[in-house]
């Protein structure tokens, strides 16, 4: 009777069982085909990096905090052990093996700002060669100019901005490499123009986010007053829609790299790394949310 009983709930869990595995190997291989196209083409594979560049940035952020701590407690305790065995005056030195738990946080700490500092550094190179992007852009530009006028000055600014970002970039991480090796470019002079080069490819680079954030709020003015004054289908109203999402996008973007672009301006910066990671985060994941819905198409 026993036996009876438990034979079909142990058959329906085991058909439900055989369900869910071919569910989870189905959503498998769609997620798996899904980041293949991802990670295809450059935009997709700089979002991707992006954004776990900066998610790293964040984690090691935090890893530090914590080492900090346990650190400053570990020598506290030791501290405080000592202070009765000590007469006034005395100076107590120390040298204590790690405990396990700092050797491990340690070790995190330091693979994680290296794979931060290599994908940083490849996504550097890979961008040496967007001037070409940037000319491509000049030459729709050129020959499909945008209707409005306002928006056709800030594109222009734009390519232009843009284009002196990106030759000053190379130029700067050329040097850092030591492939530009004339007297201009080592030594204290070197270094020097170095870091002039970095910090106005930065500048360059926030005169676009702010371009950006300017035509974001003329198009958003002059698509509410179009809204207003005419009349619209339902296919219309889709359409608008879809702008909405694309300016919503485009403006959180900007806003999260709008900090980063003014840090990297200034030569002693003036946000934490921990914001950093943190607005890097935000702006490379709005990137990769909508990389990541183009794959599903």
């Excluded at 869910?20 to 798996?32: H, I």
């Excluded at 030195?93 to 995190?108: E, G, K, N």
């Excluded at 130029?171 to 106005?200: F, V």
């Amino acid at each position: 009777m026993s036996s009876s009983e438990g034979g079909p709930p142990s058959a329906l869990r085991r058909q439900q069982l055989r369900a869910l595995l071919a569910s989870s190997l189905r959503s498998t291989d769609t997620n798996l085909l899904r980041l293949s196209k991802l990670l295809s083409y450059p935009a997709g594979v700089d979002s991707t990096l992006c954004t776990i560049n900066y998610t790293l940035t964040f984690v090691r952020t935090g890893l530090q905090k914590h080492l900090e701590s346990k650190l400053r407690a570990l020598a506290l305790g030791i501290a405080e052990k000592a202070s009765d065995a000590l007469l006034p005056g005395d100076t107590l030195i120390a040298s204590l093996p790690p405990t396990p738990a700092i050797v491990r946080l340690t070790r995190t700490t330091d693979a994680t700002k290296k794979l931060e500092e290599l994908i940083s550094d490849f996504r550097i190179f890979v961008r040496m060669w967007g001037l070409l992007d940037l000319y491509i852009w000049g030459r729709g530009t050129y020959l499909s100019p945008p209707e409005d006028s306002v928006v056709r000055a800030i594109t222009w600014t734009q390519v232009v901005v843009n284009v002196l970002y990106q030759f000053l970039e190379n130029g700067a991480y050329l040097a850092s490499k030591g492939i530009l090796n004339t007297d201009g470019w080592t030594g204290e002079a070197g270094a020097k123009r170095q870091t002039w080069w970095w910090l106005w490819s930065s500048r360059f680079w926030a005169a676009h986010v702010g371009l950006d954030l300017f035509r974001l709020g003329y198009v958003w003015h002059q698509e509410s007053k179009q809204a207003r004054d005419e009349g619209e289908e339902k296919e219309e109203k889709l359409e608008r829609r879809k702008k909405y999402q694309r300016w919503w996008r485009d403006l959180i973007s900007n806003a999260a790299y709008a900090p980063l672009t003014v840090h990297w301006s200034l030569e002693e910066g003036c946000v934490s790394d921990g914001w950093v990671g943190l607005c890097g985060m935000v702006a490379g994941g709005v990137g990769l949310r909508d990389k990541w819905r183009q794959t599903a198409a």
